[in-house]
C-alpha cells in the first residue's frame, strides 16, 4: 500500500521557520517528481514547489520563492520542504504528492500531473 506521511507542521510566529517532510512507503520516490502543495478551508489547493527525480530541477510558486527550498533524499525516501521566513498568509494544510511515472525528468507545477497524495499536515503562522 503507498502511503506519503507528512510530518512537522506547527504553530509558529512570523518570520520563523518549519522544516516539513514527507516520508513514502510503498513507493520508490527517485522514479518519480514530487511536489508540495498547500489548501486553506473553501479555497483550491495551491502549488507550492516541487523538484524532479533526481533533484536537479525544482520550481516554485512566486509567493514562496526565496523563502521556501524544496529538497529530497532518495535514499531516505522522504521529500523536505524548508520554509524559513514565514507569513501569516502561509497559514494552510501542506500536502505532498507524488507525479505520474510518464512525466520522467521535469518539476510539475500542475495539480492534475499527481496522483498520490498524503494526508497533509497543518502549519499556522500567527503575526
Known amino acids: 500500500q503507498v502511503q506519503l506521511v507528512e510530518s512537522g507542521g506547527g504553530l509558529v510566529q512570523a518570520g520563523d521557520s518549519l522544516r516539513l517532510s514527507c516520508a513514502a512507503s510503498?513507493?520508490?520516490?527517485?522514479?518519480?517528481?514530487m511536489g508540495w502543495f498547500r489548501q486553506v478551508p473553501g479555497t483550491e489547493r495551491e502549488f507550492v514547489a516541487a523538484i524532479n527525480q533526481s533533484g536537479s530541477s525544482t520550481i516554485y510558486a512566486d509567493s514562496v520563492k526565496g523563502r521556501f527550498t524544496i529538497s529530497r533524499d532518495n535514499a531516505k525516501n522522504t521529500v523536505y520542504l524548508q520554509m524559513n521566513s514565514l507569513k501569516p498568509e502561509d497559514t494552510a494544510v501542506y500536502y505532498c504528492?507524488?507525479?505520474?511515472?510518464?512525466?520522467?525528468?521535469?518539476?510539475?507545477?500542475?495539480?492534475?500531473?499527481?496522483?498520490?497524495w498524503g494526508r497533509g499536515t497543518q502549519v499556522t503562522v500567527s503575526s
Open positions: 510503498g513507493l520508490t520516490i527517485s522514479r518519480y517528481g
Open positions: 504528492a507524488s507525479a505520474e511515472s510518464r512525466f520522467v525528468g521535469s518539476a510539475r507545477p500542475n495539480r492534475d500531473d499527481y496522483n498520490r
